[in-house]
């Protein structure tokens, strides 16, 4: 019926069986940003919000949000994960602030969703520690950069 990986023949839901697949090296690296206000990135970087310190909070609920993405997205496998990483890069002139998540493991499947879950969860932090000083904050961009590991092999984006 479905040449998706994730419906059967007759056309239902299913968790991708990975079973008899070779256990390799696997690595995403994901990307988003959020857009605010000047002063409220100023206030960001000067310690001064006072939910407390917006990028260390973001930091661990982007790590916990990696381990936790099969409880978020239905057909995504629990996986060992065995690096997560956040990492956030302030631009004063593009009033933002870019987030990087990468993912690591050795295992049966990939880690994609695990990066993008990562970087949503640790914009989605940030917007809430700051909404009160600035609701038209924006999340955009939220996108793989880079994957590496099993059949599909390696993939980096482009732009």
Known sequence: MSSFSHIDSEGHVR???VTDKGATLREAMARGVVIMRPATLEKILAGGVKK???LET?????????KKT???IPMCH??????VRVDFY???GGRSIRIEASVRLVGQ?????????????AALTVYDMCKSYDREMTISNICLMKKSGGKSGRYVRKD
Do not use: F
Not at 58 to 66: E, H, K, L
Not at 78 to 83: A, I, Q, S, Y
């Open 58 to 66: 973001a930091r661990i609920a982007g790590v916990m949000a990696a």
């Open 90 to 92: 302030p631009d004063k």
């Open 78 to 83: 629990p996986l060992n994960l065995t690096h």
């Open 52 to 54: 407390g310190n917006v």
């Open 109 to 121: 499947t990939g880690v994609e969703m695990e990066a993008l879950t990562a970087v949503s969860v």
């Open 70 to 72: 099969p409880a978020l």
């Open 15 to 17: 968790m991708v069986d």
